[in-house]
C-alpha cells in the first residue's frame, strides 16, 4: 500500500509559478516511477509529467515542455512539479501517482489512455490560473 499527499496548489494569475510536492509513505521504493497528472474543467484527467524509477528520466506532455520541472528529492519519496510561466489553461486538479507498472511512463512516451487502475493515486491539489 502506497499513500501520497500532494500540497502546493493555490490561485495565481497568468505568468505566475506554482511549485507542487507529493509525499509518498508506505510501501514504496526506487523502483516506483512517479508522475504528476491533472484533471481540467470538464475535462478527462491527463498526463503532465513523468519521471522514470532508477534513471531519473523526465518526460512531459508537449503543452508544458519549457515551463514545467519534475524532480524527485534525494530519498525518491517525495516528488515535485515546479510550474512557470503559468496559463490560465492549467487550471486544473493536480494529482500525483506512482506504479512499479511503465503503464505511467507510456501515457506520455506511447500517448496511450491512461488507465487509473495502474498505480497508486493522491486525492489531488487545486490549481487556479487567472487571466
Known amino acids: 500500500q502506497v499513500t501520497l499527499y500532494e500540497s502546493g496548489g493555490g490561485s495565481v494569475q497568468a505568468g505566475g509559478s506554482l511549485r507542487l510536492s507529493c509525499e509518498a509513505y508506505?510501501?514504496?521504493?526506487?523502483?516506483?516511477?512517479m508522475g504528476w497528472f491533472r484533471q481540467r474543467p470538464g475535462k478527462l484527467i491527463e498526463a503532465v509529467a513523468v519521471?522514470?524509477?532508477?534513471?531519473?528520466?523526465?518526460y512531459y506532455v508537449e503543452s508544458v515542455k519549457g515551463r514545467f520541472t519534475i524532480s524527485k528529492d534525494s530519498t525518491e519519496y517525495t516528488l515535485f512539479l515546479v510550474m512557470n510561466n503559468l496559463k490560465p489553461d492549467d487550471t486544473a486538479m493536480y494529482f500525483c501517482?506512482?506504479?512499479?507498472?511503465?503503464?505511467?511512463?507510456?501515457?506520455?512516451?506511447?500517448?496511450?489512455?491512461?488507465?487509473?487502475?495502474?498505480?497508486?493515486w493522491g486525492r489531488g491539489t487545486q490549481v487556479t490560473v487567472s487571466s
Open positions: 501517482a506512482a506504479a512499479r507498472s511503465a503503464h505511467l511512463l507510456e501515457v506520455i512516451t506511447k500517448h496511450i489512455p491512461l488507465d487509473r487502475h495502474f498505480g497508486n
Open positions: 508506505g510501501d514504496i521504493d526506487s523502483t516506483y516511477h
Open positions: 519521471i522514470e524509477s532508477f534513471t531519473g528520466t523526465a
